[in-house]
């Protein structure tokens, strides 16, 4: 069963990096789009960066040019490297990938969120 595994989250001071890690256990037989979102208080889910298997990058513009999204397709994994971090930044981030595992169907698959706080 899959499973996407999230790591890297914590407490950081305002101006410090973090760096969270998301790797997908399974075989799978194609990985499309990988996506960092992130679920901030008193606002919506919103896109963070996607890298495509080209590995085209886009980024909100809130975090470019402080963020850094990157995959390694032979651990499944998506990387968001975050410097510079802000207040603002802080809240839940998850990890999306959509893929096809051997023998099924493209799903979509989401990991369970981890904790970002940005202390002032």
């Known amino acids: 069963q899959v499973q996407l595994v999230e790591s890297g989250g914590g407490l950081v001071q305002a101006g410090g990096s973090l760096r969270l890690s998301c790797a997908a256990s399974?075989?799978?037989?194609?990985?499309?789009?990988m996506n960092w979102y992130r679920q901030t208080p008193g606002a919506q889910r919103e896109l963070v960066a996607d890298i495509t298997p080209g590995g085209i990058r886009h980024y909100a513009d809130s975090v470019k040019g402080r963020f850094a999204i990157a995959r390694d397709n032979t651990k499944n994994a998506v990387y968001l490297q975050m410097n510079a971090l802000k207040p603002d930044d802080a809240g839940t981030y998850f990890c999306?990938?959509?893929?096809?595992?051997?023998?099924?169907?493209?799903?979509?698959?989401w990991g369970q969120g981890i904790q970002v706080t940005v202390s002032s």
């Open positions: 399974g075989s799978f037989a194609s990985l499309g789009t």
């Open positions: 999306y990938i959509r893929g096809r595992e051997n023998s099924r169907d493209w799903s979509d698959y």
